[in-house]
């Protein structure tokens, strides 16, 4: 990753940070070229410092949106279903 597509990524994040709630879909569609595994990895540890930080909010919120945009890009595995992992709800079917 090169240090102007970082900064790239840190100028979206700051951008969805100050978004009006809701719109975050919003902003994230108007920088497509931008949506890709680095962003995710970035927010991740954007994520991580503001939670050492005591930004807690900031934390979760940038944990959601990576995992969401990580779901959307194909890089977050799907659990299945949790009636699988419970043998005894199965076999009362």
């Not at 879909?25 to 930080?53: K, R």
């Amino acid at each position: 990753m090169t240090e102007q597509r970082e900064q790239l990524y840190f100028n979206l994040i700051d951008e969805l940070l100050k978004c009006p709630n809701g719109q975050e879909p919003v902003v994230l569609e108007s920088h497509p070229e931008l949506m890709d595994s680095g962003l995710v990895e970035t927010m991740l540890q954007v994520a991580t410092m503001f939670a050492h930080e005591g930004n807690q909010d900031g934390a979760k919120f940038l944990f959601f949106v990576g995992r969401e945009l990580a779901k959307e890009l194909g890089l977050y595995p799907e659990v299945p279903n949790t009636e699988v992992a419970n043998p005894e709800a199965a076999n009362k079917e």
